[in-house]
């Protein structure tokens, strides 16, 4: 990688994460350029979005010789800004994805606060599963613009996928307070509901989203299906996910309407939405959970033995989950021995 600027090694000193970016980005970096062209960049179309891909470039660009580093200089940042940023969205829509962070962490040097491009190396980080980092990066673009709304509910959702639900309940609530009818905040805040097995407080919350501009609908019926499925409203549970199926089908949407059938004593129409998203072993092992969990342990035994069967190779959680069934089966036999 060429030599970063002075000023840049004192940016990323003092902010470990755009360091630890700068060092993931280290093998792009030997191709990229550190300079700035004086070409202003055209207007961004992600910029609406600051989590958005940026649309594909008509073709790559190859990168120049690096000139000098430009020494503080404000029309001369911006320049740098906006160019190091445009070919880190390049990058980008190119799955160079080293490559975009090494630009954008450029980038940073000149606009260190720059909430839009914190959160593309967050959402690229989230791409490649480094949750810890993305996680620090949508915290210093929400820090650094607090009152966008898309930033902290991304963040708010890193933080439900790592069960930090009291963070995530904080957050959501600080876009409610700005924007009371926000759907996915509103979606958000039920999804913590049910995290906090209050099923009644979450549908509330879920009625609100539906009724909210720009819903995801399938999601948020999904979310409201599952929990009227928990407060055994099976025929609203029902309505609701298959109305959410009717949208987008959904795999969570597809388990939950198979809980429920089973609840409904329909084993065969469960049996039959599993397979929409799951092979027949799988399937009959999610039918066995569900029996099990509603204490039918002998019903539960028989799908996990099917579970079993139709594997084609060892399938260490069905056996290990006929093992928990004929436990309970022993246990029950053995309690009910000892009253008579």
């Given at each position: 990688?060429?030599?970063?600027?002075?000023?840049?090694?004192?940016?990323?000193?003092?902010v470990?994460?755009?360091?630890?970016?700068?060092?993931?980005?280290?093998?792009a970096g030997?191709?990229?350029?550190?300079?700035?062209t004086?070409?202003?960049?055209?207007?961004?179309?992600?910029?609406a979005?600051?989590?958005?891909?940026p649309?594909?470039?008509?073709?790559?660009?190859?990168?120049?010789?690096?000139d000098?580093?430009?020494h503080?200089?404000?029309?001369?940042?911006?320049?740098?800004f906006?160019?190091?940023?445009?070919r880190?969205?390049?990058?980008?829509?190119?799955?160079?994805?080293?490559?975009?962070?090494?630009?954008y962490?450029?980038?940073?040097?000149?606009?260190?606060?720059?909430?839009?491009?914190?959160?593309?190396?967050?959402?690229?980080?989230?791409?490649?599963?480094?949750?810890?980092l993305?996680?620090?990066?949508?915290?210093m673009?929400?820090?650094?613009?607090?009152?966008?709304?898309r930033?902290?509910?991304?963040?708010?959702?890193?933080?439900?996928?790592?069960?930090?639900?009291?963070?995530?309940?904080?957050?959501?609530?600080?876009?409610?307070?700005?924007?009371?009818?926000?759907?996915r905040?509103?979606d958000?805040?039920?999804?913590?509901?049910?995290?906090?097995?209050?099923?009644?407080?979450?549908?509330?919350y879920?009625?609100?989203?539906?009724?909210?501009?720009?819903?995801?609908?399938?999601?948020v019926?999904?979310?409201?299906g599952?929990?009227k499925?928990?407060?055994?409203?099976?025929?609203?549970?029902?309505?609701?996910?298959?109305g959410?199926?009717?949208?987008?089908?959904?795999?969570?949407?597809?388990r939950?309407?198979?809980?429920?059938?089973v609840?409904?004593?329909?084993?065969?129409?469960a049996?039959?939405?599993?397979?929409?998203?799951?092979d027949?072993?799988?399937?009959?092992?999610e039918?066995?959970?569900v029996?099990?969990?509603?204490?039918?342990?002998?019903?539960?035994?028989a799908?996990f033995?099917?579970?079993?069967?139709?594997?084609?190779?060892?399938?260490?959680?069905a056996q290990?989950?006929?093992e928990?069934?004929?436990e309970?089966?022993?246990s029950?036999?053995?309690?009910?021995?000892?009253?008579?």
């Amino acid at each position: 990688m060429p030599p970063l600027p002075n000023r840049t090694v004192a940016i990323l000193a003092a902010v470990p994460l755009l360091l630890q970016l700068a060092g993931c980005a280290s093998s792009a970096g030997t191709r990229a350029d550190t300079s700035a062209t004086t070409a202003a960049a055209p207007a961004n179309p992600a910029a609406a979005d600051p989590m958005a891909k940026p649309d594909k470039p008509d073709k790559p660009d190859k990168p120049d010789k690096p000139d000098k580093p430009v020494h503080s200089n404000t029309a001369a940042d911006t320049k740098a800004f906006a160019e190091a940023v445009k070919r880190g969205d390049k990058a980008w829509q190119a799955n160079e994805l080293d490559r975009a962070v090494y630009y954008y962490v450029l980038a940073l040097e000149r606009s260190p606060q720059d909430a839009p491009t914190l959160a593309k190396i967050g959402a690229i980080k989230q791409q490649r599963g480094e949750t810890a980092l993305a996680e620090k990066a949508f915290e210093m673009a929400h820090t650094a613009q607090p009152d966008e709304p898309r930033i902290a509910e991304r963040l708010a959702q890193l933080y439900m996928q790592q069960a930090k639900v009291d963070s995530a309940a904080r957050i959501y609530s600080e876009v409610l307070a700005l924007h009371p009818q926000r759907a996915r905040s509103l979606d958000g805040m039920g999804e913590v509901c049910i995290l906090r097995t209050d099923y009644v407080q979450s549908i509330h919350y879920f009625d609100q989203a539906l009724q909210a501009d720009q819903a995801d609908a399938a999601s948020v019926l999904t979310h409201r299906g599952y929990a009227k499925l928990r407060v055994l409203d099976l025929p609203g549970a029902e309505a609701d996910l298959r109305g959410a199926l009717a949208v987008t089908p959904r795999p969570d949407a597809w388990r939950y309407l198979a809980d429920l059938q089973v609840r409904q004593h329909d084993n065969a129409g469960a049996f039959a939405s599993l397979l929409k998203i799951m092979d027949s072993a799988h399937a009959y092992n999610e039918i066995g959970m569900v029996l099990l969990n509603m204490n039918s342990y002998g019903d539960s035994q028989a799908y996990f033995a099917k579970a079993i069967s139709a594997s084609p190779t060892w399938y260490e959680e069905a056996q290990s989950n006929l093992e928990l069934a004929e436990e309970h089966l022993k246990s029950h036999a053995e309690v009910g021995g000892a009253a008579r």
